[in-house]
């Protein structure tokens, strides 16, 4: 079983984006059915950090008070995918996002995640 993130790309300060993550078969392969799902985010020379997290009930928790109010984290309908919607970007949200899945309850420690995706690269621009 693998994750696939996307969504990342190039974005002005102050836009948005959306990221993706589901199971491996290109995107329609798996569910994520008693699954929570945490972002995870690594920018160049700092440490992996827990930016939000869905469980397998629909909690969101955040784990950056930078981010509430701007990132919100949902479930596709039909539970193969989760999304994280990101607005009013800002230049310190630049990073590579990670998407992780365990089994139903979210952690801020990701070493607890069975399923890592490979990260896609968001780019914040002045």
């Known amino acids: 079983v693998q994750l696939q993130a996307s969504g990342g790309g190039l974005v002005q300060a102050g836009g948005s984006l959306r990221l993706s993550c589901g199971l491996s078969?290109?995107?329609?392969?798996?569910?994520?059915?008693?699954?929570?799902v945490g972002w995870f985010r690594q920018a160049p020379g700092k440490e992996r950090e827990g930016v939000l997290c869905?469980?397998?009930?629909?909690?969101?928790?955040y784990y950056l008070d930078s981010v509430r109010g701007r990132f919100t984290i949902s479930r596709q309908e039909d539970e193969k995918l989760v999304f994280l919607q990101m607005s009013d970007l800002k230049l310190e949200d630049a990073a590579v996002y990670y998407c992780?899945?365990?089994?139903?309850?979210?952690?801020?420690?990701?070493?607890?995640?069975?399923?890592w995706g490979q990260g896609t690269l968001v780019t914040v621009s002045s």
């Open positions: 869905i469980d397998y009930r629909g909690t969101q928790t």
């Open positions: 992780a899945r365990r089994r139903f309850y979210c952690s801020v420690n990701g070493s607890v995640y069975e399923f």
């Open positions: 078969g290109g995107m329609s392969g798996g569910s994520l059915v008693n699954s929570a």
